[in-house]
């Protein structure tokens, strides 16, 4: 299976992929998790994606196709991936299709998990990570045990502010690429409002549609 979550920030994409690919035995490739990771680590990579993140602006193209093109190269993907949060861009859409093509691959599923954007502020807000198992938590939807409340990490971007701004990057840059994956016929819409248990259920219906 090769297939690419779409949605909002804060739609849940790497709350359900954490869930699916233990199931679909395929590796879960987060852009922003990679590019928090290059932060952290401070490669040349990371320094140069650092100010745009805290700001809510998109990295630029060249940057991230590159790592993501990398990525998906290596062995562990080779039988198949999940892609969070890439692409982000008519460009980097059109870079995946002619690597993908290149090397002979085609892409089974586009998932877009659709949740209105007055609903996206909250789930930001209140989105704490932990740094230990990787886990996404929710303030109040999916709150933490007290054992491992006090390591939960609020990551810089998930600010009212940061959240509104990387919002307006998604209905102008990303939102435009959802078209492409339908005349493909691959793309499958899915409602993000409810429980994570329900979104899950109706992903994994969406996957064998
Ligand atoms: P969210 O899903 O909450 O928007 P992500 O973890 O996917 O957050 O991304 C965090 C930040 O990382 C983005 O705001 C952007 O700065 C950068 N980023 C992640 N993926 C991409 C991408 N494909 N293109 C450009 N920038 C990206
Ligand atoms: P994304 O990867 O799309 O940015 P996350 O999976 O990180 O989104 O989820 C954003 C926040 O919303 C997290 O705090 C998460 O716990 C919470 N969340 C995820 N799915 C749901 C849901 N179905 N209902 C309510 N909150 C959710």
Same mark, same amino acid.
């Given at each position: 299976?090769?297939?690419?979550?779409?949605?909002?920030?804060?739609?849940?994409?790497?709350?359900?992929?954490?869930?699916?690919?233990?199931?679909?035995?395929?590796?879960?490739?987060?852009?922003?998790?990679?590019?928090?990771?290059?932060?952290?680590?401070?490669?040349?990579?990371?320094?140069?994606?650092?100010?745009?993140?805290?700001?809510?602006?998109?990295?630029?193209?060249?940057?991230?196709?590159?790592?993501?093109?990398?990525?998906?190269?290596?062995?562990?993907?080779?039988?198949?991936?999940?892609?969070?949060?890439?692409?982000?861009?008519?460009?980097?859409?059109?870079?995946?299709?002619?690597?993908?093509?290149?090397? @002979?691959? +085609?892409?089974?599923? *586009?998932? #877009?998990? /659709?949740?209105?954007?007055? %609903?996206?502020?909250?789930? &930001? $807000? =209140?989105?704490?990570?932990?740094?230990?198992?990787?886990?996404?938590?929710?303030?109040?939807?999916?709150?933490?045990?007290?054992?491992?409340?006090?390591?939960?990490?609020?990551?810089?971007?998930?600010?009212?502010?940061?959240?509104?701004?990387?919002?307006?990057?998604?209905? @102008?840059? +990303?939102?435009?690429? *959802?078209? #492409?994956? /339908?005349?493909?016929?691959? %793309?499958?819409?899915?409602? &993000? $409002? =409810?429980?994570?248990?329900?979104?899950?259920?109706?992903?994994?219906?969406?996957?064998?549609?």
């Amino acid at each position: 299976m090769r297939m690419i979550l779409i949605g909002p920030p804060g739609a849940g994409k790497g709350t359900q992929a954490a869930r699916l690919v233990d199931q679909l035995r395929i590796p879960h490739i987060s852009s922003g998790d990679m590019l928090r990771a290059a932060v952290k680590e401070g490669t040349a990579l990371g320094v140069e994606a650092d100010g745009y993140m805290k700001a809510g602006k998109l990295v630029p193209d060249e940057v991230v196709i590159g790592m993501i093109l990398e990525r998906i190269a290596r062995p562990d993907a080779a039988g198949g991936f999940m892609l969070d949060g890439f692409p982000r861009t008519i460009p980097q859409a059109e870079a995946l299709s002619a690597a993908m093509t290149r090397a @002979g691959y +085609t892409l089974d599923r *586009v998932v #877009l998990i /659709e949740v209105p954007d007055e %609903l996206i502020v909250e789930r &930001g $807000v =209140g989105r704490r990570n932990d740094p230990v198992t990787g886990r996404i938590y929710h303030l109040t939807f999916d709150p933490p045990p007290p054992e491992v409340a006090a390591r939960l990490v609020h990551r810089k971007d998930d600010t009212e502010e940061a959240i509104q701004q990387r919002l307006v990057k998604y209905h @102008g840059e +990303t939102a435009p690429i *959802v078209p #492409l994956y /339908e005349a493909q016929g691959v %793309l499958r819409r899915v409602d &993000g $409002v =409810g429980t994570p248990d329900e979104v899950t259920a109706r992903l994994t219906a969406a996957l064998a549609s």
